[in-house]
């Protein structure tokens, strides 16, 4: 509807009332698309703004109140100030599904066994359905959870290994070790192309020192991991450095089903005595591992990001960005293992994705948990990728 009008100031003089409308809000995609439609230049910055017509623009959210902001204090660590809003919001609106949802992920994340299960138990009587399930060795398969204070302290020197791990690289663990005693330490490991037995045995005794040293690390592993499997899917793998140092890792990141299993095989492999499993007193905290496979990377169908995202993450996007050129058209992104997103670290799948579209790849992001996939669509990555619930939300 328009309104205008004349009206008579003081002195009885004819005075035009500006023009206003009234504009229907519009959805956060039709804003979007409505920036990307116009054509921004220099003259347009310069030129005066017109007061005649004043439009304004409503952004309007895909989720209920307050799953936003929940989303943005678990990604900045605040992972009990989101539960207990999340709580208050379901205390409010108990109708309102996401909120059960939000809740079971921060349970989940921050290992709270007892209150997911009572929160089950009140989720089948208020929608007589069931509830989504702790997932299968969550307590093996995530990291033990840290607070916000504690991960800035393990956030130290950064030491990186890349190329051939081989005797050569004798020093530059030492080095390590060194530095491990005095503070926190950042391990990249993703630059590993390649591995031998003498290089392989130095790193695992490094790492079981470090263990015992209960030393504050971060661990990026990027397709060392994947490369290490290879080594022990080989038939004719005839040293075992290689597969200790595997175990070494699980047993540091504190993933005993994978350790145990690769025990076993290694057991039969060797027909020796694998070492015991020996729960780590402080496990590391891990910055988004690499791709997994079971059977080897030619049989992977999506690339897989373990752990926590953050700003130590560049060399798996770098990763992923390699993985997606070998792809089709679509390209699938598991982030099942991914606990949380750090809110800067977005900023790197905005910068893959982009990369990727003009070579008319179309990412599909699968299996994110509540507070990633909120805190993805919020910034606005649903715009570059598709984003697909798991099936239990």
């Known amino acids: 509807m328009d309104f205008f009008g004349i009206f008579k100031s003081k002195n009885n003089e004819a005075v035009a009332v500006p023009e206003v409308k009234v504009v229907k809000p519009k959805t956060k995609e039709q804003a979007i698309a409505d920036i990307h439609a116009t054509t921004l230049t220099v003259e347009r910055f310069n030129s005066e703004m017109d007061y005649g017509s004043i439009e304004v623009t409503e952004m309007v959210s895909q989720f209920p109140d307050g799953v936003e902001d929940a989303a943005m204090l678990y990604a900045n660590g605040r992972t009990a100030d989101a539960v207990n809003n999340t709580k208050a919001l379901l205390q409010s609106v108990p109708s309102e599904e996401i909120y059960w949802f939000l809740l079971f992920n921060l349970y989940e994340a921050n290992q709270q066994k007892q209150d997911f299960e009572q929160l089950a138990l009140e989720y089948v009587q208020q929608f007589e359905k069931s509830p989504p399930g ?91 991991v994947s490369l290490l499997q290879h080594y022990t899917q080989q038939p004719d793998s005839a040293s075992t450095e290689p597969w200790l140092l595997l175990l070494q890792l699980y047993q540091l990141q504190g993933k005993q089903a994978e350790f145990e299993d690769l025990a076993v095989e290694f057991a039969v492999h060797f027909e020796l005595s694998p070492p015991s499993w020996e729960a780590p007193k402080h496990a590391v905290v891990v910055i988004a591992a690499s791709p997994v496979s079971d059977k080897g990377a030619e049989k992977r169908t999506a690339f897989r ?23 089709g058209d679509e390209v699938k992104l598991d982030m099942h293992d991914v606990d949380r997103i750090e809110f800067a670290s977005v900023s790197l799948f905005m910068d893959s994705f982009m990369a990727l579209i003009p070579l008319g790849k179309k990412v599909v992001i699968i299996e994110a948990n509540m507070m990633v996939r909120v805190l993805l669509t919020t910034m606005g990555v649903d715009q570059m990728a598709t984003i697909v619930p798991r099936k239990c939300q």
């Not at 130590?312 to 992923?320: I, K, L, P, R």
Request: glycine share 8%; with cysteine; charged share 20%.
């Open 134 to 224: 702790w997932r299968a060795g969550a307590e093996v398969h995530l990291v033990k959870r840290v607070d916000a204070q504690q991960i800035q302290d393990t956030q130290g020197q950064l030491f990186s290994l890349k190329g051939c791990l081989d005797r050569q690289m004798a020093e530059r663990i030492g080095l390590l070790q060194e530095a491990a005693s005095k503070g926190a330490i950042q391990l990249d490991l993703s630059g590993i192309t390649e591995v031998t037995p003498e290089g392989a045995q130095l790193l695992q005794m490094a790492l079981a020192k470090l263990q015992k040293q209960q030393a504050s690390l971060q661990i990026a592993s990027g397709a060392f």
């Open 305 to 327: 990001m373990s752990g926590t995202i953050n700003s130590a993450s560049a060399a798996v996007f770098e990763a992923f960005k390699q993985y997606a050129l070998k792809q």
